[in-house]
């Protein structure tokens, strides 16, 4: 995997030489990994000045305090606006941190750039669309799922990840878990028809996983993330935090979802067009007690599709 993804950089930095037909594909190694095992890696991909000043907008983003902000406290289980956090939950509480995307251009850019789209354009078959952004600090402890449980995309497999670390990511800091190959396996049908989870159903889901998983030998591994790299998941993919050994350490990180562009116009999003790709414009994520919840301002160059475009 390593040695694949050397001959991609080589390519990415020039130094790689065509065949003599000249048909060769950078990409190849890395939709080849994608397809057997349902991610793929690229090592050190973004410099430390890139990932310093997305690091330097999440602590902007938590001094300015924007009262649209919405943050999910992992400690204590809900979602409220991060202006409203207090000093103790600050302190003692992990927190995710929602679409900082939306609102800071140095969080933007590690999510769609001039090297990224054309590799999550391959990954996913369609133009990517940037929906969202979760920022940690700590680890998630999540427990292991599929993404296309929580955001089941309109289009089967029109869904994919990226996870970039702000920081080298120690083993104890609860490092990301994942099951090579688990993409594969059919995605559970819900009482309703649908891939889209129904919480009460949730029992059910675990078995048939656990049943699948271990039916098919798939074993976890975790990702011994280095600041820069980038993991990039299917909506199919089994993965989640690993639990947190040593609560002290922090473990700085972002992860991206993206849709296909189709899928989005199809649902009449709002898509800014932005370094080969688009990001979505939406309200941030409701907070209970809130009423109807805020965006940011619309960027001129805003595409509105749906009925006001048909
Ligand atoms: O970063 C992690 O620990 C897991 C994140 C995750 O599972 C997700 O965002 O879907």
């Not at 390519?11 to 890395?30: K, M, N, V, Y």
């Not at 649902?267 to 370094?275: F, H, I, N, S």
Request: charged letters at 20%.
């Amino acid at each position: 995997m390593k040695s694949s993804f050397e001959w991609f950089k080589r390519r990415l930095s020039g130094t790689h030489r065509a065949s003599s037909s000249g048909q060769e594909d950078a990409l190849a190694p890395i939709a080849a990994q994608w397809s057997s095992e349902g991610y793929a890696v690229l090592p050190g991909f973004y410099s430390d000045e890139e990932i310093e000043q997305a690091k330097a907008a999440v602590g902007q983003a938590w001094a300015e305090r924007l009262p649209r902000l919405v943050v999910d406290d992992m400690v204590a289980l809900k979602r409220l606006r991060l202006v409203d956090v207090d000093e103790h939950a600050r302190a003692h509480h992990r927190f995710k941190t929602n679409d900082l995307y939306m609102e800071y251009e140095a969080v933007r850019r590690l999510g769609l750039n001039a090297r990224l789209t054309p590799i999550l354009t391959r990954l996913l078959g369609h133009v990517p669309v940037l929906c969202n952004s979760l920022s940690f600090e700590q680890g998630s402890a999540q427990d292991d799922h599929i993404d296309a449980l929580f955001m089941t995309p309109r289009s089967p497999h029109q869904l994919v990840a990226t996870w970039v670390a702000l920081e080298d990511c120690h083993l104890d800091a609860g490092p990301l878990r994942y099951y090579p190959g688990s993409h594969r396996i059919p995605p559970y049908v819900f009482s309703t028809g649908s891939h889209h989870v129904v919480e009460t159903e949730m029992p059910h889901w675990h078995a048939y996983v656990n049943h699948e998983v271990a039916a098919r030998g798939l074993k976890p591994e975790v990702f011994a993330a280095r600041k820069g790299d980038v993991f990039i998941w299917s909506a199919y993919l089994l993965h989640g935090g690993s639990p947190i050994n040593d609560p002290a350490r922090t473990r700085n990180s972002v992860v991206f979802h993206y849709y296909s562009e189709g899928d989005c116009v199809a649902q009449g999003c709002t898509l800014v067009p932005y370094e080969g790709g688009y990001w979505m414009h939406r309200p941030h994520q409701p907070v209970p007690g809130f009423g109807e919840p805020e965006a940011p301002p619309l960027p001129a160059n805003a595409r509105v599709t749906g009925m006001a475009s048909a």
